[in-house]
């Protein structure tokens, strides 16, 4: 589904991927971990089409499609989601409004009429329930005065929505308390199926206990420098990162 | 002939086509007015108040009162109506044939000024022209020497308007050159409440001026909730002043929008002269092209208890260019006021200008006074985060600034005209969104 092959890309002068390596298959579910400013944000915000970024050198193909080649709205209608690390405050712009004419959009790409306000409003109210929100959230606008656990519930609450077929979602765990963790968990299981891939990026193991990755990877210094199973997660957490940082540094010595 | 020269000979030529009307009290405040115009003269970019306003352009034309001309068809001005019923005046005239005013509730007055010289001149006397000779107030004196037609609304004590009444003064823009002085006089007493729109409209393609000003008398615990809504031809001048005074407990809220003219001033000066006032003032201006509009508010807190609410926001497209000056005065008597002020500006291209000033002048030592104000671009944040859900580029960015217009229209209480705002403001940002890069 999703192919990254030797990716680099930096943010003005600062090189941030320094060669990536990442292949994802339809069905999988992927952690990507690693110690802070390793750039693990910046490798979603990539896939995702954030300005701003420079890509030197790699590429990264998604679908068969060359995905550095579409516009951010491209990626999206082609089912790529991100779920930001911090969902952005729309003042002015109701949340139906939002989901509406995303999801409508994705319904023009496959080529199928729009749907009405009336019709919405019977999907979004099933898709409300996976994340145990009520639709009181509707009516507000986008994320603002949201809780730090109302704003990552409405990233899966979209996720649910426009139906991505590969899901990033970019420190989802922070910030959240464990019964919203676990509600965000939940909520992204259920919506996994085996036509989708899923790639949780995260600090922290716990997230990991929820949603159960296949392969787990260890971004490092712009690197991918360990991939494993789920075990590799739990060492993590239990020996913390330096082990993994010295292990690469006599590798590259 | 140039400015005041020419503006005192055109007086000696309205002055004689007066017959009769030449007389009486309202007659010598024209001329107190003219001779206090001619002795001030127009304002210049040396004067503090319009530093960042060029009238050149408008003072190097000979203005010619606007003559009476054929009324334009019902149909034609029908979506400058938004269904509300009220006065019309066409080039400054008034339009009893396009007017709308019965059903109007047992003792409640509006008719054209003119008229109410005539029939009512003890009331008009008592309120007219209050502010009309200060200083900085040219525009409005040069509206006083010429006023004749306008509309007196006189709501008497305890008198409730159950529709909205919107006083229209059409432009026709037929010949070029031509000044308008509209005058709106309001005389709201004790426990009167009333919903007021004053609009503004230009059909034809030829520069004129309007030079407009607006009195308002807000009585003891009445309420206006007033709408100035400016939809200008394009090539017109449009210089307004609004004088508001208000008494104990009175509730007032303005709201203004601009969307017309090639060169605009507002002026709002609100007088809070008894104690427990609640005061409002909102705005909003969109403009592209080389438009250029300046905001002009004095908020005076003048006895202690009084809240006042300021919110202006502004999307400055292409060449265009805006001020707004806000000023806040809370005189030494005025404790525990409340006074907020905001001014929010969207500019959607480099060459967007803004100059905003707020200013405070407080004498008093308990009071609560803020202000803050943005000049900014769209959030590259909210952009990305809309476009990331699918949304294209243009739509995001026609969404987000509906939505930083929509913090005003939605202030909008009267459902037909803020629909219709609403659909003005979008049809420009459609367009606007058509050619951002």
């Known amino acids: 589904m999703l192919k990254i092959e030797n990716l680099h890309a930096r943010i003005e002068d600062t090189e941030i991927l320094k060669g990536i390596d990442l292949e994802i298959n339809a069905g999988e579910v992927h952690a990507i971990m690693g110690p802070n400013g390793s750039g693990k944000s910046t490798l979603a915000q990539v896939l995702a089409g954030r300005e701003g970024y420079e890509i030197t050198a790699g590429s990264v193909s998604y679908l068969e499609k060359d995905l550095l080649d579409l516009d951010p709205e491209e990626r999206a209608r082609e089912g790529l989601f991100l779920a930001f690390q911090y969902p952005v405050e729309i003042p002015g712009v109701n949340s139906t409004y939002f989901l509406r004419t995303g999801y409508n959009e994705m319904r023009r790409h496959r080529g199928e009429d729009p749907v009405d306000a009336m019709d919405f409003l019977k999907l979004i109210r099933e898709k409300l329930a996976l994340v145990e929100m009520d639709e009181s959230f509707l009516k507000r606008p986008v994320n603002e005065g949201f809780s730090g656990g109302e704003k990552k519930r409405h990233e899966v609450l979209q996720m649910a929505v426009l139906e991505p077929k590969l899901s990033i979602l970019d420190e989802t765990d922070s910030g959240l308390d464990i019964d919203a963790l676990r509600i965000v968990a939940n909520g992204v299981n259920q919506l996994h199926a085996p036509d989708k891939a899923v790639v949780v990026v995260t600090h922290y193991q716990r997230l990991l206990d929820y949603i159960v990755p296949d392969f787990v990877h260890v971004l490092y210094q712009g690197r991918i420098v360990k991939s494993g199973d789920k075990t590799l997660a739990l060492e993590l957490e239990a020996k913390g990162y330096d082990w993994v940082k010295e292990e690469h540094l006599e590798q590259t010595r | ?437």
């Open chain 2, 1 to 437: 002939m140039s400015g005041t020269d020419w503006y005192q000979s055109r007086f000696a030529d309205f002055e004689q086509n007066l017959n009769g009307e030449a007389q009486g009290p309202v007659h010598q405040l024209r001329r107190d007015a003219i001779a206090h115009f001619t002795a001030t003269g127009f304002p210049t970019s040396r004067d503090e108040e319009w530093r960042f306003t060029n009238i050149a352009p408008l003072t190097r034309i000979d203005f010619e009162l606007a003559a009476k001309t054929d009324e334009p068809a019902t149909a034609d001005i029908a979506p400058l109506r938004y269904g509300l019923p009220g006065p019309v005046f066409v080039d400054g005239h008034f339009a009893p044939s396009l007017s709308q005013l019965d059903a109007l509730p047992q003792g409640v007055v509006v008719k054209n000024l003119r008229t109410a010289f005539i029939e009512d001149a003890d009331l008009v006397c008592r309120y007219i022209g209050q502010d009309a000779m200060s200083e900085d107030q040219a525009f409005t004196a040069l509206n006083t020497a010429f006023v004749q037609d306008g509309v007196l609304i006189y709501l008497p004590q305890g008198t409730v308007l159950d529709t909205p009444l919107h006083t229209l003064f059409l432009s026709t823009g037929t010949k070029a050159n031509v000044v308008s002085h509209p005058r709106v006089l309001v005389v709201a007493e004790a426990h009167a409440e009333a919903t007021l729109v004053e609009s503004y409209g230009g059909l034809g393609v030829e520069a004129y001026l309007t030079n407009s000003v607006c009195e308002i008398n807000v009585g003891e615990n009445a309420s206006i909730d007033h709408y100035r809504v400016q939809r200008e031809a394009p090539t017109a001048f449009h210089i307004s002043a609004t004088h508001v005074r208000e008494a104990r407990s009175a509730r007032f809220r303005s709201t203004s929008i601009t969307l017309g003219g090639s060169l605009t001033r507002n002026h709002v000066h609100t007088a809070l002269m008894g104690e427990g006032i609640d005061s409002t003032l909102n705005g909003l201006y969109i403009e592209n092209g080389s438009q250029h509009v300046d905001n002009h508010t004095l908020i005076e807190h003048a006895q202690p208890n009084c809240q006042s609410h300021e919110f202006y926001k502004g999307v400055l497209d292409d060449e265009s260019s805006g001020v707004f000056r806000g000023k806040i005065h809370v005189h030494q008597a005025a404790q525990k006021t409340d006074a907020y002020q905001a001014n929010q500006n969207l500019l959607l291209s480099d060459s967007a200008k803004i100059d905003t000033k707020p200013q405070l002048e407080i004498y008093a030592d308990d009071v609560k006074c803020s202000h803050g104000a943005t000049i900014g671009q769209l959030d590259a944040d909210a952009i990305f985060y809309l476009r990331s859900r699918g949304i294209g580029h243009r739509e995001a960015v026609r969404v987000l600034t509906r939505a930083f217009a929509g913090e005003v229209l939605d202030r909008v209480r009267i459902d037909g005209l803020r629909d219709e705002l609403d659909r003005l403001v979008t049809e420009r940002l459609d367009r606007a969104a058509g050619v951002a890069p």
